[in-house]
Each structure stands twice: as structure tokens, then as C-alpha cells.
């Protein structure tokens, strides 16, 4: 089994920035491909970004290239999300995922973190 936490979200003005933290817990936490999506009130939950086990591989959605960047730290068992200029459409609960390397999809998820931004 894998355990997720997400941390680091919060509030913030548009164009500012924010680091989200995911920590895991297993001992197989490398062999797993990590992702973060987000919620917003009233919609459904969407796709943000990807990165493969060795972090050598990542994906964005088009609405959030350029200014976030997916990132991972195996020996500290932890993933993470930097978002910069921020705009008060990324207002959003913010999960972080894992998938084994041969699952189709995704096997568990964290509990989420807000993020709000304000214009």
C-alpha cells in the first residue's frame, strides 16, 4: 500500500507562487509514476501533471505549462507541485496520485490541499 499526503497549500495573490508537497510512504515509492490533479466547487476532477519514477519524463495540461512544474525526490519519498504566477482560476483543491509503473490507473490518492487564489 501507498499512504499520501499533500501539504503547502494555502492562500495567495494572482501572480504569485506556491509549492505543493505530496509525502509518501511505502518502500516502492520510486517505482511508481506520481500525479497531481486538482477540483474546483462544482466541477470535475481534472488532470494536472505527471512525472515517471525517474522523473525523467513529465506531462502537463496546456493550461498549466510554462508555469508549473511537477518535480520528485525519491529519497525523500516525496513529489512535488511549484506553481508560479497563479491566476484565480487555479483555485482548486489540489491531490497528488501514484500508479504502479504497469497499472492503467491511478491506484491511490491523498486526502487534497486547498489552494485560492485571489485577484
Known amino acids: 500500500q501507498v499512504h499520501l499526503v499533500e501539504s503547502g497549500g494555502g492562500l495567495v495573490q494572482a501572480g504569485g507562487s506556491l509549492r505543493l508537497s505530496c509525502a509518501a510512504s511505502?518502500?516502492?515509492?520510486?517505482?511508481?509514476?506520481m500525479g497531481w490533479f486538482r477540483q474546483a466547487p462544482g466541477k470535475e476532477r481534472e488532470y494536472v501533471a505527471q512525472?515517471?519514477?525517474?522523473?525523467?519524463?513529465?506531462t502537463y495540461t496546456d493550461s498549466v505549462k510554462g508555469r508549473f512544474t511537477i518535480s520528485r525526490d525519491n529519497s525523500k519519498n516525496t513529489a512535488y507541485l511549484q506553481m508560479n504566477s497563479l491566476q484565480p482560476e487555479d483555485t482548486a483543491v489540489y491531490y497528488c496520485?501514484?500508479?504502479?509503473?504497469?497499472?492503467?490507473?491511478?491506484?491511490?490518492w491523498g486526502q487534497g490541499t486547498q489552494v485560492t487564489v485571489s485577484s
Open positions: 496520485a501514484a500508479r504502479a509503473r504497469m497499472s492503467a490507473e491511478w491506484d491511490y
Open positions: 511505502g518502500r516502492t515509492f520510486s517505482t511508481y509514476t
Open positions: 512525472i515517471s519514477w525517474s522523473g525523467g519524463r513529465t
